[in-house]
């Protein structure tokens, strides 16, 4: 069988995703996606996997767009997008099946192949009734109107097959588990980090146990400005706490939120920046407790990666993935998140 994926965009996390489907394929699936929109590392990761059926697109052409692009939250903007041969390449490809990623701007393209040539269309998702809360209403029918053609939706958990059956696909047609980080190689490399290691290394970060980590994008649908808040109260209420706060990722959040820890006198709390993903079990490992304050996520593949490096986990219900991964005192704790 042959399977066309057409994801414009994609990290780190779905390369293991690709190879095991084209494993069961027998090598036969192809990926196309957007030169401009994926980063280098992760082509050269699909290309290794996949050689020639890992396709790279350019010339993405902006045919309409409206809203504010900087806002990091659902549906705050809108953008109609043409992507010259796309339709020529999957054509190209003669495939048996063709999925789309969400509905989002490369997926009319594998809509219109799918109804020309009268195979099935499959449609992996991730969204949930709390971040498409906000929704346009000419989005929704859009969404309706492709899940009617659509012939299975692959989701990646309960919230996001419930808001897919809303869309209008029967739960017998909805299967869940699409999306996966990638656990087996972290496991690996947090495992032959010794003891002494991870000392050395949380002593060249200044750090103190108990470490709570935070990986992420600094953007304001990520609630850290929260969890500061909540970190401020508790260190002001206990004085002589042990303990620190190390924030790994980037964004246009990142000097306020050093801002407000400088004001704050929160000496405790470490920004480091990004961190290439190959080097990522290192942090993973310097800490106790894993936390992601999120307002608003479809499914982050943060969770399951830290708990393939053993950490507990301290996660807001806006996540997506919180009902499958995070047992309430067994594995973590849930918790709402003030955004006021």
Known sequence: MNVVWVNRSFLDYRVPVYTEF??????????????????????????AELGPRAVALDG????????????????AYAEVTYQPGLYKQI?????????????FRWSPAVVAYSIMHRI?????????????????????????MVTRLADAICCNGRLSAEY??????????????????????????????????????????NLFSPVFLYVGQLVERKGVRQFLDGWTLVYRRREGIKGSLLIVGEGPERQTLQDFVRNNGLANVHFVGGVDYDRIADYYASAEVFVIP???????????EAMACGLPILCSVYNGCWPELVHDKVNGWFFRVCSG
């Open 22 to 47: 084209d494993r069961l394929l027998g090598g036969g699936l192809t990926v196309i996606f957007s030169t401009k929109h994926t980063p280098d590392r992760v082509r050269s990761k699909i290309e």
């Open 120 to 144: 099935p269309f499959v449609i992996s998702y991730e969204r949930t009734h709390h971040t498409e809360r906000n929704s346009q209403w000419i989005r929704t029918v859009y969404r309706k």
């Open 91 to 103: 054509r190209e490809c003669r495939p048996d099946v063709v999925i789309a990623e969400g509905f």
């Open 294 to 304: 999120t307002l608003e996520d479809n499914w982050s593949l943060v969770v399951p």
């Open 60 to 75: 993405e052409r902006v045919l309409f767009h409206k809203g504010d692009n900087r806002c990091d939250f659902a549906n």
């Open 164 to 205: 897919s059956h809303w869309l209008g696909m029967p739960m017998e047609r909805i299967v869940t588990g699409g999306m996966a980080a990638d656990s087996i190689v972290l496991q690996r490399q947090r495992e032959v980090i010794t003891d002494e290691e991870r000392n050395v290394f949380k002593e060249q970060l």
